[in-house]
């Protein structure tokens, strides 16, 4: 196995809490710090399903990996050998709530069990006003949440949701570096709520073209310890303390992971309790591909 990046992500002392990374040291305790290793990325299946042509997000939740295309309102769960196993359409719930699903841009799993769907897409149209739309698998029940943007128009492919109930929305911009937004607090069913301008996210100088530091997905791992932005080319993952995700995007220096080459990548997840990133593309074949992290404490000398 061929490790990519070893980086030292953190100093702390006893664990990591949920939500939090414990700097420091207590107590005469010896400092640790973390370091992360990723493997290069491997194929673990193919997609060829026609019923996935556009995969524009994917989410791993209690161990099913689920994805969704950028048009329409269904979810599909896909097993280890990409085969899609359970199909969800959500567009009978959603007209009757009078909802309209524009163009769904990224799929992510909260810490409380609920799928995520952001139709927040506006590649040719940017959009004032976008909206979030949530699964129970367990109840089978949906939620709704308009967002606005505090001011101009956006597109926006990448949602994540943290152990406090926030969302977070990074904006894909053509020309220099993503917004970061945040809601003022939980997603509650039925609400219209206005978005929080945090500041912006600096992927650095790839060394390509601009379409390198294009953000076109994301995640957050179970523990909410984690986050990752996407590119068409890499990943991006980032130190989240006391589950601020927004404040970790906006400061925090992100460790820089190279993903398999695809053809239009957009979606990204955490599997296997943070410990591997899984990554996929839209067209058909369309590859998902497994990057394995590991990540050990070493004492400070």
Aim: glycine fraction near 10%; hydrophobic fraction near 40%; proline fraction near 6%.
């Amino acid at each position: 196995m061929r490790v990519v990046a070893v980086v030292v992500t953190a100093v702390f002392v006893a664990a990591v809490a949920v939500g939090a990374v414990v700097l420091g040291t207590r107590g005469g305790a010896a400092a640790t710090r973390l370091e992360t290793t990723y493997a290069a990325g491997t194929p673990r299946c193919e997609i060829t399903d026609p019923r996935l042509p556009e995969i524009s997000g994917t989410a791993e939740l209690d161990g099913e990996l689920w994805m969704v295309n950028d048009k329409g309102a269904t979810l599909y769960r896909v097993d280890s050998a990409c085969r899609v196993t359970r199909s969800v359409d959500l567009l009978p719930q959603l007209t009757d709530r009078k909802v309209r699903v524009r163009d769904v841009e990224d799929l992510v799993a909260s810490p409380d069990g609920w799928l995520w769907m952001a139709d927040t897409g506006g590649n040719r149209a940017p959009r004032f006003a976008v909206q979030l739309i949530g699964w129970n698998p367990t109840t089978q029940q949906t939620k709704v949440v308009v967002l606005d943007y505090p001011s101009g128009r956006h597109d926006t492919e990448a949602l994540l949701v943290g152990v406090d109930g926030r969302a977070v929305l990074v904006t894909k911009e053509e020309f220099g570096p993503g917004t970061v937004f945040v809601t003022p607090g939980p997603l509650v069913d039925g609400n219209r709520t206005a978005l929080v301008r945090q500041g912006t996210v600096d992927l650095g100088d790839p060394g390509g073209a601009s379409r390198d530091r294009l953000v076109t997905g994301a995640a957050v791992s179970s523990t909410g310890v984690f986050a990752v932005l996407r590119t068409y080319r890499d990943a991006y993952e980032y130190d989240v303390v006391d589950g601020d995700i927004a404040a970790a995007l906006v400061g925090g220096t992100p460790r820089t992971v190279p993903l398999p080459p695809s053809r239009q990548g957009e979606a990204i997840t955490y599997a296997d309790a943070g410990t591997a990133f899984i990554a996929t593309t839209e067209g058909l074949p369309a590859s998902v591909d497994t990057v394995r992290i590991t990540r050990t404490r070493v004492e400070v000398p």
